[in-house]
């Protein structure tokens, strides 16, 4: 069965860093490009980063593009989210969710998220 | 940056059809998928690939999708099928992921 479990999230000033984690397990974690999904309180979903199986190939959503930055340690079967310069905007339920094995690609399991709060 | 565009609420009856419309600019060229999200809970994958459905998402969910928009039809909608739906799909480059606004469907 598949797991993701995100750690990492609380409070913090605007300005401020938060680094998010990911543990999977259940899967090769190795053969899948990973992603990073938020929800703002109330709001919809929001696609926030993706990275590819061996990491080459990086992508981000406008919004946060040059201030968060992913990555992942395939030996560890970890996901991270290294956010900074946080705004009042970036306050979100943030989830890790796995791509399907090949493309089309679209998110098939999904961890149940951190709650990051940017606020003086 | 690329959207997609959804209803913001969509209300039936039980047991009548209800319809979700979702309107991208890619859509001819790119897949769309379909999540369910209920209140607290992770998203769940109703319909992928346009109108294929995963195993133990009932037959009453099918999908379509004509141009620029890709529609999820629930057909007899049940109670339990309330939720915010959205829609997904990529940028053209097929590197930017995107969810439309989302559309909570009530069933009463």
């Known amino acids: 069965e598949v797991q993701l479990v995100e750690s990492g999230g609380g409070l913090v000033k605007p300005g401020g860093s938060l680094r998010l984690s990911c543990a999977a397990s259940?899967?090769?974690?190795?053969?899948?490009?990973m992603n990073w999904v938020r929800q703002a309180p109330g709001k919809g979903l929001e696609w926030v980063s993706s990275?590819?199986?061996?990491?080459?190939?990086?992508y981000y959503a406008d919004s946060v593009k040059g201030r968060f930055t992913i990555s992942r340690d395939n030996a560890k079967n970890s996901l991270f989210l290294q956010m900074n310069s946080l705004r009042a905007e970036d306050t979100a339920v943030y989830s890790c969710?796995?791509?399907?094995?090949?493309?089309?690609?679209?998110?098939?399991?999904w961890g149940q998220g951190a709650l990051v709060t940017v606020s003086s | 940056s690329y959207e997609l565009t959804q209803p913001p609420s969509v209300s039936v009856p039980p047991g009548q059809t209800a319809r979700i419309t979702c309107s991208g600019a890619?859509?001819?060229?790119?897949?769309a998928c379909w999540y369910r999200q209920k209140s607290g809970q992770a998203p769940v994958l109703v319909i992928f690939?346009?109108?294929k459905r995963p195993s133990g998402i009932p037959e009453r969910f099918s999908g379509s999708s004509s141009g620029t928009m890709a529609t999820l039809t629930i057909s007899g909608a049940q109670v339990e099928d309330e939720g915010d739906y959205y829609c997904?799909?990529?940028?053209?480059?097929?590197?930017?992921?995107?969810f439309g606004g989302g559309t909570r469907l009530t069933v009463l």
């Open positions: 890619t859509l001819p060229k790119k897949y």
């Open positions: 259940g899967f090769t974690f190795s053969s899948y490009s």
């Open positions: 997904y799909s990529t940028d053209s480059s097929g590197n930017h992921r995107v």
């Open positions: 969710a796995k791509d399907t094995v090949m493309a089309p690609y679209y998110f098939d399991s």
């Open positions: 690939e346009d109108s």
């Open positions: 990275i590819s199986s061996s990491g080459t190939y990086i």
